[in-house]
């Protein structure tokens, strides 16, 4: 089981923002065996499937290289041009080649991840210069794993390559009494096939390493369970840091709410626990509005306030307890309300229009359903 550098081992698989990271950093499954007999069996195969075509176009481009130019003996400085002009008609004739195994490159990368392009792959890393970690990865399992596919390497390739060599072995030596053409002819067909049961036997070692590098990568990225617990702490927030943020949200809500109290026409309060602080404009809104409630300190607080810009203070205990309890904050009261709080309204508005002099308004007694309320709630 791998370990990390305390000691700790790695047993959980490796979360979503790890992978994540680690694409961003370069670090993703590679397979050099998976890149190389994709190249070199592309190349084999394309030389088999184009290889009369490159035989004529070669044959040509030699017939013309080899060919005296008298003019070039009365002007030698087109020497230069003649040889330049050469070698790009030798680079047009390989141009489908070489594009094939370029093509070929994408391959490997395709198959062990899809293609990922990191800038931070590219910064320097003064880590892999350290000869103490080289020494580790030569003498520890990396490098046995090296060496092992090495092993295995080698002993494939020479048992393709003899395995296709001895039967034709009879076919090579009656080359001897061939023509020079049909000669270099059959022995590069020969060349080819033998090179590609080369690449069917690096093809079957691509087959192991492939799914190998895939599970190594895992592997070293795996986690302990503190360094998964600590990541879902930053993914989801520490606790402290959540309270906090909670604690802010609270106390600017509770500023909004307190600058919102005077411009109430009414707060119910009950007649210490609870406060609930109404407003209503009669052609702008369909019923009134809670802008403030609060219980006992935020109670205290909201009355307060009230008193201090000349708010209308009515107690009705249970009224107010069922605002505070269904109604919310920037939220039109409950239906079932509409008439207590009509009532409520009606005798806030005689009190503004009451003189000395004359009977003051008297609230009568509301009538609120309580049988959703809470038991135990203050009262």
């Not at 602080?277 to 802008?291: C, D, I, T």
Request: net charge positive; hydrophobic share 45%; with cysteine.
């Amino acid at each position: 089981m791998a370990e990390n550098e305390d000691g700790q081992e790695k047993t959980e698989q490796p979360s979503e923002k790890r992978l994540r990271e680690a694409r961003e950093k370069g670090n993703v499954p590679r397979s050099r065996e998976l890149s190389t007999v994709a190249v070199f069996g592309a190349g084999v195969a394309a030389l088999l499937a184009m290889g009369g075509g490159f035989a004529a176009r070669a044959l040509d481009w030699m017939r013309v290289a080899l060919t005296p130019d008298l003019a070039l003996l009365e002007s030698p400085h087109l020497l230069f041009g003649h040889a330049a002009m050469l070698m790009l008609g030798f680079l047009w004739i390989l141009a489908p080649l070489l594009l094939v195994t370029l093509l070929a490159c994408f391959i490997a990368p395709a198959v062990m991840g899809g293609f990922n392009f990191a800038t931070k792959g590219l910064v320097p890393d003064l880590k892999k210069l350290d000869p103490m970690a080289g020494l580790k990865r030569i003498y520890g399992p990396e490098g046995f794993a090296e060496l092992l596919k090495s092993l295995l390497r080698v002993a494939l390739v020479g048992g393709a390559a003899t395995l296709f060599l001895l039967p034709g072995l009879n076919r090579l030596r009656s080359m001897l009494n061939q023509p020079l053409e049909d000669a270099a002819r059959g022995g590069l067909q020969f060349a080819l096939w033998m090179l590609m049961a080369t690449a069917g036997a690096l093809l079957l070692l691509a087959l192991m390493d492939a799914p190998y590098q895939k599970w190594n990568w895992r592997r070293k990225l795996m986690m302990t369970r503190q360094e998964l617990r600590e990541e879902m702490k930053e993914s989801e927030g520490r606790p402290e840091v959540k309270g906090r943020i909670r604690q802010l949200q609270q106390e600017m809500s509770q500023r909004r709410m307190m600058e919102d109290v005077p411009t109430a026409d009414v707060i119910v309060v009950n007649p210490t626990h609870y406060a609930v602080a109404l407003k209503y404009e009669g052609g702008n809104m369909r019923a009134p509005k809670v802008v403030a409630k609060g219980v006992d300190e935020l109670a205290l607080r909201i009355r307060e306030v009230g008193e201090k810009h000349r708010v209308a203070l009515v107690s009705a205990p249970p009224l107010a307890r069922v605002l505070y309890r269904e109604a919310e904050i920037g939220q039109e009261i409950p239906v079932k309300l509409y008439a207590a709080v009509a009532q409520v309204l009606s005798y806030v508005y005689q009190l503004r229009n009451w003189r000395a002099g004359t009977p003051q308004p008297q609230l009568a007694d509301i009538d609120v359903d309580e049988a959703d309320g809470a038991r135990g709630a203050p009262r």
